[in-house]
């Protein structure tokens, strides 16, 4: 009994000492300013979870450099209400909404069927979409949901993509993925036989293993690219303390001060869209220059397991084998 209660209320004690710790380092810094970007235009790029927060202003930005950017999400009143807003802000935003369900495998690759079939090249994939401290519950197919949605989903995404994005990139100009992790991967370890947190469940282990998981996933991608001689990069992102919906299963008495305190003390969602989108965009970043892990607009070391390439490995092949892939 004692043991349970140490495996769920620990987690969530040091998730919240972190954000503290987070939060804190934000009021002592300047937000993250972005750079002016060059124009996109002849680029298509997708952003799961574009309908809104950090996405839907990673998704403006885009447009209004000239980029055709598909939003990818599984609420499609809200994907169309932010096409239609983006829209009348910019006439010429070449911008749309295609559903997917990243908690649905099947929802996936017929995301990316219908996308392929439109014979479009692929520039820029933002990993964005994600949930955070959800009821202990399943995806459709059978993984905890933090896993399945913030991981699973954007792993077969991504990989059932990736011929588009080694066909679209070259020299110079070469195809990205940017992966919206968390500090939160800090406080983590991956349990290879245990993904789907069956043993003494916490919501907040599980959402903190989950983007460990993205960004050795994203590591590990880059590495592959690199070594295979083709002109992709992957990186992680941690945007910060973002003022979005992501909060809204806090324990009640938390969500009502996080309420309270966001909006003076978060950064905004233009804010936290700032690093995603350099190093989605930024020329700096070409080739093996885009890689790693970014926060606060500057590529981070982060904690040794990240860079562990056995670990690595062992995650990427247990992924393959959970989604059938070769």
Wanted: charged fraction near 20%.
């Amino acid at each position: 009994m004692l043991s349970a209660i140490r495996s769920y209320l620990l987690p969530a004690v040091k998730l919240y000492l972190l954000g503290l710790k987070v939060l804190l380092a934000q009021l002592c810094s300047r937000p993250v300013r972005l750079p002016v970007m060059p124009r996109q235009d002849g680029k298509v790029a997708i952003v799961t979870g574009g309908g809104r927060g950090i996405g839907y202003e990673v998704v403006r930005h885009m447009a209004r450099l000239g980029a055709h950017v598909i939003i990818g999400g599984r609420d499609e009143q809200e994907g169309l209400v932010a096409v239609k807003r983006i829209c009348e802000e910019y006439k010429e935003a070449k911008v749309e909404f295609k559903k997917v369900d990243l908690a649905s495998l099947q929802s996936v690759r017929q995301f990316v069927q219908n996308f392929k079939e439109r014979d479009l090249p692929l520039n820029i994939l933002v990993n964005n979409a994600g949930v955070m401290l959800v009821p202990k519950g399943c995806t459709e197919d059978g993984f905890e949901q933090h896993f399945g949605v913030n991981y699973v989903g954007h792993f077969l995404l991504t990989w059932l993509l990736l011929d588009t994005l080694k066909d679209s990139g070259k020299c110079g100009h070469f195809s990205r993925v940017v992966n919206v992790s968390s500090s939160a991967h800090r406080i983590s370890n991956i349990t290879l036989n245990d993904l789907n947190s069956c043993q003494c469940y916490s919501a907040h282990a599980a959402y903190c293993q989950s983007k460990l998981a993205q960004l050795l996933f994203s590591s590990h991608l880059h590495q592959e690219l690199q070594h295979g001689g083709f002109p992709v990069s992957s990186c992680a992102v941690d945007p910060g303390m973002v003022d979005t919906a992501l909060y809204r299963h806090l324990w009640t008495p938390l969500r009502l001060a996080q309420s309270t305190i966001a909006h003076l003390l978060f950064r905004t969602p233009t804010e936290g869209a700032a690093t995603v989108l350099y190093t989605a965009l930024s020329p700096d970043l070409e080739g093996e220059c885009g890689g790693g892990y970014w926060a606060n607009g500057c590529r981070e070391i982060t904690r040794p397991p990240t860079f562990d390439p056995q670990l690595q490995l062992s995650l990427w092949e247990t992924s393959l084998q959970l989604l059938g892939l070769q």
